[in-house]
C-alpha cells in the first residue's frame, strides 16, 4: 500500500462518511503522502431559469459554503503529520473526479459507495461504477457502516492466456489483497470463476455428449493451470489463502460469496 502518496477523498455532506474519512487519513499517515478533500458541485436543477450574472452569484455562494464545509472538517482531522489540501468543483461528478486524478496525477480515489436501488448500483452506486470503469487509478469504494477492522478479504481475479491486458490486472489485485490482508491480520480469500465459451451453443451443435465434457474438463484444467500459475507469481503462501475455483457466472458466484462468507474487502480489477 505504500505506492499510494497522492489519495483524492471524495467527499459529500449529504453522506456520512466516516469510515471513508478514516481509512483515506490512515493510509495517507501510513504512506507519508498528501490527501486532497475533493467535492463535486451538481449544478442546481433550476438555476437555468436565472440570468447568467445572478446563475453565477448562485453557483459561485454555493462553492464557497461547500469549501467552507471541507475547512470545517479538516480543521477536525488530527492532520499534524499529514499534508491535507481542499478542492471543490461544479460538473458531473465522476467526470470531474477523473479529471482531477489526471491533472493531479492522484494514485488513489476514495470515495463512499451510494444508497440508490438497483442491481450493481445498488451495491456501489452510479458514480462509483462509472469510476471503476472509467478512472485511470485504482478506486476504493468504503461502504458508509464498514467501521470495524477488515476481518476476511476477497480478491477477484481472471487469469487468461488470451487477454494480456486483462491477465496483466491479476498479479496486482492479489499483491493489493495481500498486503491488505497484511496489515489488517485478516482471512485472504481468492476467487476465479470460469466458464466454457459459447457452452450454450456446443451443447446445441453437433458435438456428441463425450465431445462436449471432454471440451469442459480441458477448458478447467487450463483454468485451474492459469490460476495456479498467478498464485506461485505473488507469493501469498504465508497468508495461507482459501482458494476458489468455480465454475459458472462471475456476476452471481462474487456477490454470493460476499455473502456468504461475511467479506468485508472486495479487491477486484476492470478493463
Given at each position: 500500500m505504500q505506492r499510494f502518496k497522492n489519495i483524492l477523498l471524495v467527499l459529500n455532506p449529504e453522506v456520512q462518511e466516516t469510515a471513508a474519512v478514516d481509512k483515506a487519513v490512515s493510509l495517507t499517515r501510513q504512506n507519508g503522502g498528501r490527501l486532497t478533500l475533493f467535492s463535486v458541485l451538481k449544478k442546481p436543477p433550476g438555476i437555468q431559469g436565472y440570468s447568467e450574472s445572478v446563475a453565477q452569484d448562485q453557483l459561485a455562494s454555493a462553492v464557497a459554503e461547500r469549501r467552507e464545509w471541507l475547512r470545517g472538517l479538516?480543521?477536525?482531522?488530527?492532520q499534524h503529520d499529514i499534508d491535507v489540501v481542499i478542492n471543490v468543483v461544479e460538473g458531473t461528478p465522476f467526470l470531474e473526479i477523473i479529471r482531477r486524478v489526471l491533472l493531479e496525477q492522484h494514485d488513489l480515489v476514495i470515495t463512499t459507495a451510494e444508497e440508490i436501488k438497483g442491481i450493481r448500483e445498488r451495491v456501489f452506486g452510479a458514480t462509483s461504477m462509472h469510476l471503476m470503469r472509467k478512472c485511470p487509478c485504482p478506486v476504493w469504494v468504503v461502504k458508509r457502516a464498514q467501521t470495524r477492522p477488515y476481518a476476511r478479504i476477497l480478491a477477484a481475479?481472471?487469469?487468461?492466456?488470451?487477454d494480456p491486458k486483462r491477465d496483466?490486472?491479476?498479479?496486482l489485485i492479489l499483491q493489493l489483497?495481500?498486503?491488505?490482508?497484511?496489515k489488517e491480520a485478516a482471512e485472504l480469500h481468492v476467487i476465479h470463476v470460469w466458464n466454457l465459451f459459447g457452452e450454450r451453443y456446443l451443447r446445441n451443435s453437433v458435438?456428441?455428449?463425450e465431445d462436449f465434457q471432454e471440451a469442459k474438463a480441458y477448458e478447467?484444467?487450463?483454468h485451474k493451470l492459469h490460476f495456479y500459475t498467478l498464485l506461485n507469481r505473488v507469493d501469498v503462501t504465508d497468508l495461507k489463502p482459501h482458494l476458489h475455483l468455480v465454475e459458472g457466472d462471475p456476476d452471481e458466484y462474487i456477490?454470493?460469496?460476499?455473502?456468504?462468507?461475511?467479506?468485508?474487502?472486495?479487491?477486484?480489477?476492470s478493463v
Open positions: 479538516m480543521t477536525s482531522l488530527p481475479v481472471d487469469p487468461s492466456v488470451y496483466s490486472l491479476n498479479p489483497a495481500a498486503t491488505m490482508a497484511r458435438m456428441s455428449e478447467q484444467e487450463q456477490p454470493e460469496l460476499v455473502s456468504e462468507l461475511g467479506i468485508d474487502l472486495l479487491i477486484m480489477g
